[in-house]
């Protein structure tokens, strides 16, 4: 087998022959770790496209394992989540999100991982409020109906990319991004209908609503939130100022911008509540949102970004309606429901 990789900086996009082919050589183990740096590095320089986004997640979730879920027309499956790669250092938003979602009645796919460049990533804080991380792929539908949601460990259903595991630590802790740092929430093996994903940085929001789009989501939003005190923004919506964002629906493309204040909420002029600790840290206050013990920044922003979920999944005819009906599962304690049932589930799935 030839172990030349197709030439990144060629001035037409690679081929999906080339993708194909090149993610081959990524997951070669006999491949040395640095010809597979070099590839990824001057990919990224050059820029990804759309159709190259939506090749390397077609071939990679090719080789995934498929969790066995029944789906319904009525209730669309919905995944919210994160690219990473922000550096704001946040509390884990789209994992307290997914509750408070579920809670509303949504049906929630999640999948990740744990912390590759932040101290807390939605496995561990997820591991640490009591939730059994190994999903079994025939009980997935099970837990899902009892809990509303369910999380899915990416290294669990994508024993593939363990091969490249040392290659992006490596590379994120010298603060280089590929095409993996981009990767992760178009690689659900559940393949939803609906998604919300916050992108790392805003000049990829339009790519990234593309390549969601050509990976078969009914209906998407790439969104990246204005940060504060001077800060680049966040892979989340913004509740300290305005998030712009990209839909996708059934391959239109659309630009549109976010303001907390015309959703009712009030102005934060500091993000200090938003920043989150370690594993046990932010379990604790997730909790503590959850069962309405803190109100506040972190619970608006959680708020926001379960609201623009539920309105992306057909909750809600508008975003302010949705964003009530986000508040109503957490007053009501549906939410905090959601997620002592996945407890339960995830724990009896091993039993």
Not at 86 to 115: C, P
Not at 269 to 287: K, Q, V, W, Y
Not at 339 to 346: P, V
Request: net charge negative; proline share 4%.
């Amino acid at each position: 087998m030839n172990s030349e990789f197709p030439d990144p900086l060629a001035a037409q996009p690679l081929s999906e022959e080339e993708i194909s082919f090149a993610v081959k050589l990524l997951l070669d183990p006999l491949i040395p770790d640095s010809v597979k740096g070099r590839f990824l590095t001057c990919l990224h320089q050059r820029g990804e496209t759309a159709r190259e986004l939506a090749g390397f997640a077609h071939f990679l979730l090719s080789h995934a394992i498929r969790p066995m879920i029944r789906r319904r027309d009525e209730a669309p499956l919905l995944e919210l989540c994160g690219t990473g790669g922000d550096k704001a250092g946040l509390l884990n938003i789209s994992t307290a999100a997914m509750f408070v979602a579920a809670g509303a009645g949504a049906r929630v796919v999640k999948h990740g991982g744990r912390a590759v460049s932040s101290r807390c990533g939605s496995a561990d804080v997820l591991e640490m409020m009591g939730v059994d991380l190994h999903l079994e792929p025939q009980k997935a539908g099970e837990v899902l109906d009892h809990a509303g949601c369910i999380f899915m460990l990416a290294s669990d259903f994508h024993p593939t990319v363990a091969a490249v595991a040392d290659l992006r630590r490596t590379l994120a802790a010298k603060g280089q991004m590929t095409i993996f740092n981009l990767l992760g929430p178009l690689l659900n093996p559940a393949l939803p209908d609906c998604q919300l994903a916050g992108i790392y940085t805003a000049a990829k929001l339009e790519l990234y609503a593309e390549a969601l789009s050509l990976l078969g989501r009914r209906k998407a939003w790439a969104v990246h939130g204005e940060g504060f005190l001077g800060e680049d923004g966040f892979d989340e919506i913004s509740i300290t100022g305005r998030t712009n964002g990209v839909s996708a629906t059934g391959g239109k493309i659309e630009r549109f911008t976010i303001h907390p204040k015309d959703l009712g909420f009030p102005r934060y002029t500091s993000g200090e509540d938003l920043i989150g600790g370690d594993a046990e840290e932010n379990a604790r206050r997730i909790s503590a949102i959850l069962e309405c013990q803190e109100h506040g920044a972190a619970r608006d922003m959680i708020v926001l970004n379960a609201a623009t979920a539920l309105h992306i999944a057909g909750f809600g005819d508008t975003l302010l309606e949705a964003v009530q009906i986000a508040r109503e599962s957490i007053d009501s304690g549906s939410a905090y429901k959601s997620l002592r049932l996945l407890r339960e589930a995830s724990q009896a799935n091993q039993n």
